[in-house]
C-alpha cells in the first residue's frame, strides 16, 4: 500500500523465500493486522530455521481477492536443538521493514471498515494469535507450517544488525480463546453518532469504552442515495445506488449537497442544471424536487436516509436508537437547522451537534497537549475540508482557520479513472461509454472499486464484463490500473485540496513546520496518493491509528458518550 516512490531503507531485490497467510474474511484480516504485526513482525515455525539475515516476503492474501506483499528480514533463529532444551517452538523471528508499517495500518482500517464496524479488542501480553502459513524456498520447495504474533520486538538500534542470540517473545502452539462471557448493559439507552455523508453515511455508538460503527452485513456504511420507484416504498442505500442508471429522474444522489441550501444559490447551479432529477424553487426559496408530480423538499429526501441507518443500528446493536448526536462542517450555518429537521422527521432526537473536523479529531485523541496545533485534513467522497484546531486543554479545541472545496472528493477520482478507461475503449472500439448512461455507470461503479483496492495492492485489473453488445458477441473493458496510473490521473485532484491546504495555512500565518499533528479523515485519505503527499506537505510521518472514512462517526458516537456522561 505504500507508495513505490517510498523512501525504503532495504533496497527492493529478489526474495527467494516467502511466507504466505490467508485471511479467508475481514474479521481475519483484522485480527492480522491488529496482532502487534506492523511493529513486531511475526515468529514462523520451521525445523530448519533460516540464518539471520536473510531478505523474505510475507504475502496476505485477502478477501475479494486482494494480496498484500510486505518485505522483512530474519532477525532471530531458534534451532530444534534449543528448542528442545527450552521448551519452545523451532522457527524465526521475522521483523518487517519500516516501509511496511503504513500498509499494515491501512490494512488495519480496511478489515475494520468490511468487518461488520468491529475493530478487534487489544490483545493482552499473556495472549496470543496463530494463523496457518506456508513456507517456500526459492527452488519451489515449501511446507505448512503456523505463524504467531510477536508480543516483543527484540531490542536493536536503528541500523543496527541483530545477531542469533537476540531475545524475542512469542506466542506457543495454541492461542488462548477470548473471553465471551459478558453480555451487553442495557441499563441506560446509549446515544448514537451518524455521519450523514456526502456520499456515504454511518452510523456508531461507544460499547464497553470503545466504539463500534454498526453495520448490516458487512457493510458499515451506506450510501447517500434514495430512489423512489413507479411502485413501492423508497429504496435507501445500496439499492437505490443500482438505480442511478436505470431510473436517472427519481434517484437522489448525494443530498447533503443541496440541503440547506437556497435554490438560487450560485454554487448549486450547474449541479441542478446538469442532474436528471427535475428541482424546483420552494416557496421560501429552498430547492424542492419533483418526483411523479409530487413535491419533496431535501429533508424528506434525507430523513429516509437517516430512518434506514437508524434501522441498521437497532439491528445491529439490539438497542432502539432514538437520541443522536450529528456533525457538519464548519461552514455549516443553515445547513445544521436543515440536518436536524430531517433526522427529526426520521424520529430521531438530536442532542449534540460537533463540527466535523473537531469529530475526527476526537477520533484521533484529544489527549495531545495543550496548546498544539492540529490540523484535520477531510478528503470525503463529496467534499473536502481542512481544518486548523488549537487544543485549550481538557480535551477541548478552538477554530483558528478553515478552507474547503465543495465540489471536489473521491467521486472526482472514480471520474477521472473512468474517463481514461472510456477514451482507451473508445479508441480500441469505437464507442464512447460516457455517452450510454447505463454502461457508464457500470464503468463508474467498477472505478470507484478498483481505486479502493489500490489502498491495498500496488496494481489492480479493472474489468467490466460484457459492457457493450456488438454484432460479434459481447466486448468486455479491461485496464491494468497501478498507483503510478493513478497518480497521473488524480494527482492535480490531490494537488487541488492542498491548493485549499496552504490558503488556510497563509490566512492563520502559520507554515507547515508548525503544524504538531495532522489527522486524516474521509474515505479518500485511505489512498496511499493522498497519504504520500500529505506526509511531504507537513515534513512528517502521519500515523492513522483507525480506518479514515469512519473518523467523524467515531468521533461523534465518543461525543454522544461525552454527552451522555454528564
Known amino acids: 500500500m505504500s507508495s513505490a516512490k517510498t523512501t525504503r531503507r532495504h533496497p527492493r531485490f529478489s526474495t527467494p523465500w516467502a511466507v504466505r497467510l490467508r485471511a479467508p474474511d475481514w474479521a481475519d484480516a483484522l485480527q492480522l ?7 513486531g513482525g511475526l515468529f514462523v515455525r520451521c525445523e530448519q530455521p ?26 532471530h533463529a531458534i534451532s530444534p536443538e534449543r528448542a528442545r532444551a527450552e521448551g519452545m517452538a523451532p522457527g524465526i523471528g521475522i521483523r518487517f521493514d519500516e516501509s511496511a508499517a503504513i500498509d499494515l495500518n491501512l490494512l488495519e482500517g480496511m478489515a475494520a471498515s468490511n468487518s461488520a464496524g468491529q475493530y478487534a ?59 465471551a462471557s459478558k453480555t451487553r448493559d442495557l441499563s441506560r439507552e446509549p446515544i ?10 454511518s452510523i456508531a455508538v461507544v460499547e464497553r469504552g470503545r466504539v463500534r460503527v454498526l453495520a448490516e452485513g458487512n457493510q458499515t456504511s451506506l450510501p447517500s442515495v434514495v430512489c423512489y420507484p413507479d411502485e413501492g416504498p423508497p429504496l435507501v442505500g445500496w439499492p437505490a445506488r443500482e438505480q442511478i442508471a436505470h431510473q436517472p429522474s427519481t434517484t437522489i444522489i448525494s443530498p447533503k449537497r443541496l440541503i440547506g441550501r437556497r435554490f438560487r444559490d450560485p454554487g448549486l447551479a450547474t449541479y441542478l442544471a446538469s442532474s436528471p432529477v427535475r428541482f424546483l424553487e420552494g416557496p421560501a426559496g429552498q430547492v424542492l424536487l419533483e418526483v411523479y408530480g409530487e413535491q419533496l423538499s431535501v429533508e424528506q429526501v434525507g430523513a429516509e436516509i437517516f430512518q434506514r441507518v437508524a434501522s441498521i443500528g437497532e439491528a ?31 424520529g430521531l432526537e438530536v442532542v449534540g451537534f460537533i463540527d466535523e473536523p473537531v469529530s475526527a479529531a476526537l477520533a484521533f485523541g484529544m489527549n495531545v497537549e495543550r496548546g498544539a496545533t492540529v490540523a484535520v485534513y477531510d ?54 461509454l460516457r455517452e450510454r448512461k447505463v454502461e457508464w455507470q457500470r464503468l463508474l461503479f467498477a472505478a470507484q472499486n478498483a481505486k479502493r483496492k489500490l489502498s491495498v495492492e500496488k496494481s489492480v485489473e479493472l474489468q ?14 479491461y485496464l491494468l490500473l497501478d498507483r503510478e496510473l493513478l497518480g497521473e490521473l488524480c494527482g492535480k485532484l490531490v494537488e487541488r485540496s492542498f491548493a485549499a491546504v496552504e490558503l488556510c495555512l497563509e490566512l492563520a500565518e502559520l507554515t507547515p513546520a508548525q503544524i504538531d499533528h495532522v489527522v486524516l479523515t474521509g474515505g479518500t485519505s485511505r489512498s496511499p496518493l493522498v497519504r504520500a503527499r500529505a506526509q511531504q506537505f507537513f515534513g512528517k510521518e502521519i500515523t492513522v491509528n483507525y480506518d479514515p472514512e469512519l473518523g467523524v462517526v467515531s468521533g461523534n458516537a465518543l461525543f454522544g458518550q461525552i454527552l451522555r456522561s454528564r
Open 33 to 39: 493486522a491488529t496482532g502487534n504485526i506492523s511493529r
Open 50 to 75: 533460516i540464518p539471520v539475515g536473510t531478505r523474505l516476503q510475507v504475502v496476505l492474501s485477502l478477501p475479494e481477492e486482494m494480496t498484500l506483499t510486505v518485505e522483512g528480514e530474519v532477525v
Open 121 to 179: 479488542a487489544p490483545i493482552a501480553e499473556d495472549q496470543y494469535l496463530s494463523w496457518s502459513a506456508v513456507l517456500a524456498d526459492g527452488a519451489g520447495s515449501e511446507h505448512t507450517t503456523t505463524a504467531y504474533k510477536l508480543l516483543e520486538t527484540p531490542a536493536i538500534a536503528p541500523g543496527e544488525q541483530a545477531d542469533g542470540d537476540a531475545e524475542l517473545t512469542f506466542a506457543p502452539d495454541e492461542p488462548t480463546p477470548p473471553d
Open 192 to 201: 448514537f453518532g451518524i455521519d450523514f455523508g456526502t456520499t456515504f453515511t
Open 316 to 346: 445491529a446493536s439490539m438497542c432502539p436508537v432514538r437520541r443522536v448526536v450529528l456533525s457538519a462542517p464548519v461552514s455549516y450555518t443553515d445547513e445544521r437547522q436543515a440536518l436536524r429537521r430531517s433526522a427529526e422527521l426520521a
Open 379 to 432: 478528503f470525503g467522497g463529496g467534499t473536502f475540508d481542512f481544518t486548523l484546531l488549537k487544543m485549550t486543554g481538557h480535551g477541548t479545541c478552538e477554530v483558528i482557520g478553515e478552507a474547503g472545496d465543495p465540489w471536489l472528493g473521491g467521486d472526482d477520482f472514480d471520474h477521472a479513472i473512468a474517463c481514461h478507461a472510456a477514451e482507451q475503449f473508445r479508441d480500441r472500439h469505437g464507442v464512447d
Open 464 to 477: 467490466v464484463r460484457a459492457i457493450l453488445l456488438s454484432l460479434r458477441g459481447p466486448i468486455d473493458l
